[in-house]
């Protein structure tokens, strides 16, 4: 109706066609690396960022609850966790509130070469927010599977040394275990989630890993805005579903 009596167009504007979502994607990562498709490409994000900020109900902090697969793997880390509090309490020297914190940022910069406060102001959390809430599920199951390996190691090193082993001795292990052979798959792939889904849904750049950054696909998009997503209101209606997204928000 805006365009209609515009005469200076090759054809007429009511010939240009509408794309749904889904297409509007594609055409953006089909294009070739030029100036046009990195506008394309930075519209295309505009209008994601907008539609997820509507859809998550103003804002995107927990735009990784949408994904049917959070709530599972959310549980999983939060048991696998005590498989590595539990030998920090018994194994490692220091003091209890200073050695939990150290050690989860050697953790997270093993992982994610950020630690905990880094990622905090990438995403702008709350002091109140809880780090691992906001992750995605298969960086999830990763970080479990590292807590899981470390908190073991800490057990083995103490009885091999029939003591309580330092933060340095602990960093040393966690060292180890992101050089090991075994571990070098399930890194790669969390990192790439972690930098091209945080950038894709919440517009975020985590530098530290910015080389493993992708284009994501519509089907990652229908994981946690489209219809393959969980309606936030509905996950939270389920009693058990609700205690424990009120325990990893603490």
Known sequence: MQFAPENNFVSKITQLGLFDFRAFLNIG???AE???????????????????????????KYINWRDRDFLPAA???ENYRKNLTSPINDYVDGH????????????YKAIFH??????????????????????YAEVLRVISSFENGVGSAIRDRSFKLS???????????????????????FLYDARQKMASLDLGLRDVYHDGIAGYLRALSPEEFERFIGT?????????????NKHVLERLKK
């Open 29 to 31: 990562m089909l294009l």
């Open 34 to 60: 030029s100036e046009k498709a990195k506008r394309v490409r930075s519209l295309i994000l505009d209008i994601i960022i907008s539609t997820i900020n509507e859809k998550a109900g103003g804002g995107t």
């Open 75 to 77: 549980i999983q880390e």
């Open 96 to 107: 209890p509130t200073y050695k939990y914190a150290a050690i989860t940022d050697m953790i």
């Open 114 to 135: 950020e630690n905990a406060r880094q990622y905090r102001e990438l995403l702008k959390l709350e002091p109140k927010d809880n780090v691992k809430a906001t992750m």
């Open 163 to 185: 003591r309580k082993i330092s933060l340095q001795e602990v960093q040393d292990l966690i060292t180890a275990q992101a050089e090991s052979p075994a571990m070098s798959p």
């Open 228 to 240: 393959d997503s969980i309606d936030l209101e509905k996950l939270l209606d389920n009693e058990e």
